[in-house]
C-alpha cells in the first residue's frame, strides 16, 4: 500500500513539473493586432506602411505595354513578342476554349451561345472596323471587357491573351487575304480539304480525314487498285 502511494506520489509531481512548463506565452503570443496602438512607434501605429518603391511578388509589371496594351493612353499595334507556329496554336487553342462560344471558331460572331437565342450578338472580327484595330485594343477588351463582355484577365495570363490576339488577327487573315499574301511557292488556291459529313458551322468543327501522303501520288490511286485486285 506504501509502495503505490508513493508512486502516486511521484506520477502528480512529475505532471506538476510538466505543466509547470507551459507559460502562457506559448498560448497567447506577444503580438500586435492589425490597426492596433502601439507604443513602440511614435505615431502609435501597429501597421506600418509599405517601404516606398516595394512591390508585391508578381506584381512588378515594368513592361506596361505587355501587361495593358497600351502606349500611355492608346492602343499599341505590334505584338511584345515574335508571333510562331507555337504562339498561333496555343492562340488557337486559347481562343477556342474562351471566345468561341459566342464569337465562333471563325470569328464571325455566329458561336453556340447566339446561335441558341442569346439576344445580343458579337460583332465579326471581320467587319472594317475591327480589321482596322490596333492589336492592343483586342488585348484590353480581353483585359477588362466590353460591354456585356466580362473581362477574362483572371481566366487568362497575359502572355495568353496576346497569343489569343495573334490569332484573331491569323483569322481575320484568312478572310481577307490576297495573292501577294501567299508565300513564293506555295499553291494558290490551295485545294479544298475533303470533310467528313456536314461541312461544319461556326459552332462545331469540320471533320478532316488524315491525309494519306502515298495516296495523293500521281497514279497512287491506279496502283491501289490493282492491290486490291
Same mark, same amino acid.
Given at each position: 500500500?506504501?509502495?503505490?502511494?508513493?508512486?502516486?506520489?511521484?506520477?502528480?509531481?512529475? #505532471?506538476?513539473?510538466?505543466? *509547470?512548463?507551459?507559460?502562457?506565452?506559448?498560448?497567447?503570443?506577444?503580438?500586435?493586432?492589425?490597426?492596433? /496602438? $502601439?507604443?513602440?512607434?511614435?505615431?502609435?501605429? *501597429?501597421?506600418?506602411?509599405?517601404?516606398?518603391?516595394?512591390?508585391?511578388?508578381?506584381?512588378?509589371?515594368?513592361?506596361?505595354?505587355?501587361? $495593358?496594351?497600351?502606349?500611355?493612353? *492608346?492602343?499599341?499595334?505590334?505584338?511584345?513578342?515574335?508571333?510562331?507556329?507555337?504562339?498561333?496554336?496555343?492562340? /488557337?487553342?486559347?481562343?477556342?476554349?474562351?471566345?468561341?462560344?459566342?464569337?465562333?471558331?471563325?470569328?464571325?460572331?455566329?458561336?453556340?451561345?447566339?446561335?441558341?437565342?442569346?439576344?445580343?450578338?458579337?460583332?465579326?472580327?471581320?467587319?472594317?472596323?475591327?480589321?482596322?484595330?490596333?492589336?492592343?485594343?483586342?488585348?484590353?477588351?480581353?483585359?477588362? #471587357?466590353? #460591354?456585356?463582355?466580362?473581362?477574362?484577365?483572371?481566366?487568362?495570363?497575359?502572355?495568353?491573351?496576346?497569343?489569343?490576339?495573334?490569332?484573331?488577327?491569323?483569322?481575320?487573315?484568312?478572310?481577307?487575304?490576297?495573292?501577294?499574301?501567299?508565300?513564293? #511557292?506555295?499553291?494558290?488556291?490551295?485545294?479544298?480539304?475533303?470533310?467528313?459529313?456536314?461541312?461544319?458551322?461556326?459552332?462545331?468543327?469540320?471533320?478532316?480525314?488524315?491525309?494519306?501522303?502515298?495516296?495523293?501520288?500521281?497514279? *497512287?490511286?491506279?496502283?491501289?487498285?490493282?492491290?486490291?485486285?
Amino acid at each position: 500500500m506504501a509502495r503505490l502511494r508513493e508512486i502516486s506520489f511521484i506520477a502528480a509531481l512529475g #505532471g506538476l513539473l510538466l505543466l *509547470s512548463g507551459c507559460r502562457l506565452d506559448m498560448q497567447v503570443q506577444p503580438k500586435q493586432n492589425p490597426l492596433a /496602438r $502601439s507604443d513602440f512607434f511614435p505615431d502609435q501605429r *501597429s501597421e506600418r506602411p509599405p517601404v516606398e518603391g516595394a512591390v508585391a511578388r508578381g506584381q512588378l509589371h515594368a513592361d506596361t505595354y505587355f501587361y $495593358s496594351g497600351k502606349i500611355g493612353s *492608346s492602343p499599341g499595334d505590334y505584338m511584345p513578342f515574335p508571333v510562331t507556329k507555337e504562339v498561333l496554336e496555343r492562340g /488557337r487553342e486559347r481562343y477556342n476554349i474562351y471566345c468561341s462560344p459566342c464569337h465562333s471558331l471563325v470569328g464571325d460572331g455566329n458561336g453556340f451561345i447566339p446561335s441558341r437565342g442569346f439576344s445580343i450578338k458579337p460583332p465579326s472580327y471581320h467587319i472594317p472596323r475591327l480589321q482596322k484595330a490596333p492589336l492592343g485594343y483586342f488585348f484590353d477588351v480581353i483585359s477588362n #471587357g466590353f #460591354g456585356i463582355m466580362p473581362d477574362y484577365r483572371s481566366q487568362i495570363p497575359p502572355e495568353d491573351r496576346w497569343k489569343i490576339v495573334a490569332y484573331v488577327k491569323a483569322l481575320q487573315l484568312s478572310q481577307s487575304a490576297t495573292r501577294a499574301d501567299v508565300p513564293a #511557292g506555295q499553291e494558290f488556291p490551295s485545294p479544298p480539304p475533303n470533310f467528313h459529313g456536314t461541312m461544319g458551322s461556326g459552332a462545331t468543327l469540320p471533320t478532316i480525314p488524315s491525309v494519306n501522303v502515298e495516296a495523293t501520288e500521281p497514279g *497512287s490511286a491506279e496502283r491501289g487498285a490493282e492491290e486490291k485486285k
